[in-house]
Every structure is written in C-alpha cells, then in structure tokens.
C-alpha cells in the first residue's frame, strides 16, 4: 500500500462515521498509548486519566506562587500620556454640540414649557456647536511641515 491509500483510507472512515455519536465512537476507539501523560505524584503513570493531568496543570492562586521572578516576567506598560489641552472655543463648541439636545431631551421629559426661542436657542447651539467644530478641525497640513510633503527616502 501507498501512503497515498493509507491516507485514503482514512478519510473514508472519517466520512462513514460522520453521523455516529460521540459516545460510539468513543467506545469502539482505545486512547493511545502515546497520549499518555506521566503524572509526578501519588498517581502511577500507567494509571493516569485526563483529569488528573488537568488538576495538575491548573495554575496556582495569585497568593500561592512558588517563583517570585515570574512577577518580574510580568508587562507593565507605560503610564499613558496626558489628553491634549482643548481652548475655550473648542470646550464651548462641544458644549454647545451636546448641551442643546440634552436640554430639548430634559425638557421633553420633565414636560417644562417650551417657548419658541428656548426651541430655537438650543437647535442653534447644536447647529453651531457642529459646525465650529468642523471648521476648527482645519483640513490643510501642519503649519511645521514645510514645503514639501513627500515621502522621506
């Protein structure tokens, strides 16, 4: 036989036994020798199952490690750094952007009376709030970068 055959072959078991249940096929097929895992401890190896290797894999509590150099192993990333300083124009652009619907939104809930200027007032903060945001955001190169801004090579 070719290993090709041999492979072949194979796959054929795989695909007549598809639908059969994990039970059967469990039953019908011995755990390899191969598979077996020498367990250090009260338990022979010969007489080792799945369950005592993953008892004896489990890692131990944080309180209860043997190694204190794996605490030094650890990753601890740099503090990260501080948001940059919004101006005044900016602080009352978002202010604006969110603080006339949410007074629309209180408003509606707590059924405060609702004149037409106070409806206006907080549609044109929202509006204007928007759109200095926008314009603010500015849509051309930073003023340091020079005349050029093509690639460096």
């Known amino acids: 036989m070719t290993p090709q055959s041999d492979e072949d072959e194979v796959w054929r078991q795989i695909v007549a036994s598809f639908n059969q249940s994990a039970e059967t096929t469990a039953a019908v097929q011995p755990w390899p020798d191969r598979e077996n895992v020498p367990v250090d401890g009260p338990t ?10 993953r008892e ?3 890692p131990a509590p944080a309180g209860e490690r ?6 030094a ?4 990333p740099p503090p990260p750094p501080p948001l940059p300083k919004m101006d005044a124009g900016t602080k009352i652009a978002w202010l604006a952007l969110f603080g006339g619907p949410a007074y629309l ?9 609702m004149d037409g200027w106070i409806l206006f007032s907080a549609i044109a903060a929202f ?8 314009v603010r955001m500015g849509d051309g190169p930073p003023p ?10």
Do not use: C, K, M, Q
């Open 56 to 58: 004896d894999e489990r």
């Open 44 to 53: 022979a190896p010969e007489t080792a199952t799945v369950a005592d290797v």
């Open 66 to 71: 043997d190694d204190p150099d794996d605490e």
């Open 73 to 76: 192993e650890h990753y601890v």
């Open 127 to 134: 509006i204007g709030g928007f759109v200095a945001l926008i």
């Open 144 to 153: 340091d970068s020079g005349w050029d801004d093509g690639a460096i090579v």
């Open 105 to 113: 939104l209180l408003a509606a809930l707590l059924s405060w009376p």
